[in-house]
């Protein structure tokens, strides 16, 4: 049976070296990342605090696992939150 496919999404500070950290997490836990996509946020009355940047990472691997990198991802200071938006639907 094939890894489940998994997508989080991460509200992070916009600064120099969040992205490389996050790989990290991953790295030592041996996920394989599918695909990541970094979009810059537009500051709007309802999106809170200017600077911050979205990133979604596709990786592959154990739910439970999965879970622990997404607490760590959110003990890295720059990640402000991280959600795991995976539906059964994911390719």
Do not use: W
């Not at 509200?11 to 695909?35: A, C, Q, T, Y």
């Not at 691997?61 to 607490?71: C, D, E, H, P, T």
């Amino acid at each position: 049976m094939a890894p489940t496919k998994h997508i989080l999404l991460a509200l992070v500070e916009d600064k120099p070296g969040v992205l490389n950290r996050m790989s990290n997490v991953f790295r030592r836990r041996g996920f394989n990342i599918h695909s990541v996509n970094v979009l810059e946020t537009i500051e709007t009355e309802d999106s809170g605090r200017p600077g911050l940047t979205r990133v979604a990472i596709v990786v592959s691997g154990s739910a439970v696992i999965l879970g622990q990198v997404r607490k760590q991802l959110e003990k890295i200071v720059d990640v402000v939150k991280v959600l795991d938006i995976t539906t059964e639907d994911v390719a």
